[in-house]
């Protein structure tokens, strides 16, 4: 994933948590919001809840890859957040499930 299409900064996550479409499911959370910009940007979240530091990384690199498979409209600043059980779905799980709310997100 290109630099320009990550969310980096507190204040870019903080904007999208306060001001974003919130879209939940069973393993995922998504926050999604508007911005200025020609393409996406994607930042991914996964708390303590979700297991010790080489789960939640791991957790954040599949979702990292299911994006990446993912065809994705411009202009949108999109957090994706992992829920507990998300540390023991399969790929095609967080893929699908992935899939299913960016499209109810549009």
């Not at 900064?9 to 959370?29: I, K, P, S, W």
């Amino acid at each position: 994933m290109r630099k320009s299409q990550r969310l980096r900064h507190r204040r870019d996550f903080a904007e999208t948590y306060r001001t974003g479409q919130v879209y939940r499911d069973r393993l995922l959370v998504l926050r999604v919001r508007p911005n200025q910009r020609p393409c996406s940007r994607f930042g991914f979240v996964a708390g303590k809840v979700v297991g010790k530091a080489v789960v939640r990384n791991r957790t954040k690199r599949r979702l990292r890859a299911a994006v990446d498979s993912l065809p994705v409209v411009g202009g949108l600043d999109i957090v994706i957040g992992a829920r507990r059980p998300a540390a023991d779905a399969r790929y095609s799980d967080l893929r699908g499930t992935l899939e299913r709310l960016l499209r109810r997100a549009g």
